[in-house]
């Protein structure tokens, strides 16, 4: 059997999912009622958070735990034998001493259970996004486990919805091109981004957001791999580029974009140990546009 090849890209969160998805117990409700009691169950607010325990992790919860059946839980998959489901919040009685965020959850959580909750957070924000038909305005139900939305007025159906996006560090004779936008913090830089539109590649929105956002012109690009981003529900997809001699302009997008040298992108990376409140800071580790410096960093330096 041929192995599928992968890009080497790696090191972001949101990705080490170990979940089977198990597609046919969606079609077997009986099955699922019987997996409830010994599954596991996550629990998210509406606002993306997960509650969590005094440490910060994820409840404990099981079936047993909340009674009942599956209900309006999303059957996620299997893991290690035992069914996962996840819930809103408020559809359940359950006492949390603390609500996290699952940006700040990734640099504590073991990369299974980021994993877990990143795909919980998509399928639980589509279907608070999904409560009435896009078609006719009718009600919705779920079916499938929660991966079919019915329209009982029209017969429509909804799948997930995923917003792919990409995300790429351009570079130009061993500089990397870097913006940032008004609404972050303060001296935070990082690599450009946007999403796909209808009746284009993703090498085509590469070239095109890149020019709208810094006017600069890609040449050609390479795809290094991608990373699920439950906020709410994108999909990054991160490529290399190299670019033509531009000089960076912004025109509203962004607040400021430049060219920075090999020895910027280095101090700025010490800085995740010891800032001198004085350059460029660079995005969290979790993310695939931090890789992506990264890898861009250590290519320039072989």
């Not at 597609?23 to 099955?31: E, I, K, S």
Request: aromatic letters at 8%; one cysteine or more; proline letters at 6%.
């Amino acid at each position: 059997m041929s192995k599928l090849s992968l890009p080497s890209l790696a090191g972001y969160a949101f990705t080490a999912s170990s979940l089977d998805r198990a597609d046919a117990l969606r079609d077997d409700p009986d099955a699922l009622s019987g997996l409830w009691p010994q599954a596991r169950v996550l629990v998210l607010d509406t606002d993306g958070t997960a509650l969590c325990d005094d440490s910060g992790q994820p409840l404990p919860l099981s079936g047993r735990d909340l009674g009942g059946g599956p209900g309006s839980a999303i059957f996620l998959g299997v893991e290690q034998g035992r069914a996962v489901f996840v819930v809103e919040a408020g559809a359940v009685t359950v006492s949390a001493p603390q609500r996290v965020d699952l940006r700040q959850a990734a640099a504590s959580w073991s990369p299974a259970d980021s994993a877990a909750f990143c795909y919980a957070r998509g399928m639980s924000y589509w279907h608070t996004r999904t409560r009435y038909c896009g078609v006719c305005g009718g009600a919705v139900d779920f079916r499938r486990g929660g991966f079919i939305g019915h329209c009982g007025q029209c017969g429509t159906e909804h799948y997930p919805r995923v917003d792919p996006a990409v995300i790429v560090a351009v570079e130009n004779q061993g500089r990397l091109l870097l913006g940032r936008q008004a609404s972050w913090a303060p001296r935070r830089y990082s690599v450009l981004a946007g999403f796909v539109e209808p009746g284009e590649t993703f090498e085509q929105t590469v070239r095109r957001e890149v020019f709208e956002e810094a006017k600069v012109r890609v040449r050609e690009a390479r795809y290094l791999g991608t990373q699920p981003w439950p906020f709410p529900g994108a999909l990054m997809v991160g490529f290399c580029a190299t670019a033509e001699d531009d000089v960076p302009a912004v025109d509203g997008e962004l607040e400021d974009a430049r060219w920075f040298s090999v020895d910027e992108i280095s101090s700025a990376m010490q800085r995740d140990i010891d800032d001198d409140g004085q350059g460029i800071l660079l995005p969290p580790r979790i993310s695939i546009a931090r890789t992506l410096i990264g890898d861009w960093f250590d290519r320039q330096r072989r």
